[in-house]
């Protein structure tokens, strides 16, 4: 929201003057060619999951999907080019130019040159946007499986647009544990779910835009490890609710943050990769993980 935001002032009615890619890897689609998108005017802007959409005439889209460590990156009309191995294309507008940069050997951004409409839905993965459908929806779709609460949260399938680190918080805020399943939960804890995606994303896309006020953010700037998050990067710290010390669970790449106190009634929740070596020494509770020798909350 806060990149929609930002380039709408910049490149919406605005003519792409060229298009260059740095990383072939980027691109992943040949038909039509990059080059046919010069000239051509933007009228519009959308999100799709989290894919940023560039809308052209003639029903002419750039799809592109920044993943984990891309960023869009602006520079206004005569300041210095970015340059580097982290630039993976560069679009250039009346104005100024937009890069976009990936600060990941991985290199899993990509952008899509689709033509028609029926090719863009096809890109649609399926997840409903929480404040656009009722209670009723919600929950249906939430129960259609037997997910955790992390899992559910974070499927594009399922719900569009939550990530990693706003799922924690939309968790936090609820009260509700990261490992729940969704076809075991209450009504009133399917209902505070649904109230809590929807006031936790309200106030964080007011709080940026507010923060940013039309300024384009610089790489550093979007991140998934904010200050004032209430739990989502913050292990080891104290929970703004109620002062417990932060757990996490690691797996692959990503983590879950959350409060025993607040979240999972004091339980200490199993991290695959410690509690397999500790085995038994693995503490359970709240009670158990402060009163083990060296804890220091960290």
């Not at 210095?80 to 990936?102: C, H, N, Q, S, Y």
């Not at 974070?154 to 544990?177: Q, V």
């Not at 929740?269 to 359970?284: E, G, M, Q, T, V």
Request: net charge neutral; charged share 30%; with cysteine.
């Amino acid at each position: 929201m806060l990149y929609l935001a930002s380039l709408e002032s910049r490149v919406v009615g605005q003519s792409l003057k060229r298009a260059q890619l740095r990383s072939p890897f980027f691109l992943r689609t040949f038909d039509p060619p990059l080059k046919e998108f010069e000239g051509l005017v933007v009228r519009g802007l959308g999100r799709l999951g989290k894919r940023v959409i560039f809308e052209f005439d003639d029903e002419k889209f750039l799809v592109f999907h920044l993943m984990i460590a891309g960023r869009f990156r602006w520079r206004e009309k005569g300041e210095p080019r970015l340059g580097g191995k982290i630039v993976l294309a560069e679009f250039e507008f009346p104005g100024g130019v937009l890069f976009v940069t990936e600060a990941s050997k991985k290199k899993r951004a990509s952008l899509h040159c689709i033509v028609g409409q029926n090719k863009l839905d096809d890109m649609d993965p399926g997840g409903i946007e929480v404040h656009a459908v009722s209670k009723e929806v919600f929950a249906e779709r939430l129960r259609m499986r037997n997910h955790t609460l992390k899992r559910a949260l974070t499927d594009p399938r399922l719900f569009s647009g939550i990530g990693n680190a706003y799922s924690d918080e939309i968790l936090n805020a609820a009260g509700l544990s990261p490992i729940a399943q969704t076809q075991k939960l209450s009504d009133d804890e399917v209902d505070r779910l649904n109230q809590s995606i929807i006031e936790t994303l309200d106030a964080w896309t007011k709080r940026l835009l507010e923060e940013f006020d039309g300024r384009f953010p610089e790489a550093g700037e979007v991140t998934a490890f904010r200050p004032d998050f209430s739990a989502h990067g913050k292990f080891g710290k104290p929970c703004l609710r109620c002062g417990t010390t932060i757990q996490r669970i690691r797996y692959a790449e990503n983590e879950t943050n959350y409060c025993p106190e607040c979240q999972t009634g004091g339980k200490i929740l199993a991290d695959r990769s410690l509690s397999r070596i500790l085995k038994d020494d693995w503490p359970r509770t709240i009670e158990e993980l402060e009163g083990a020798p060296g804890f220091s909350g960290t």
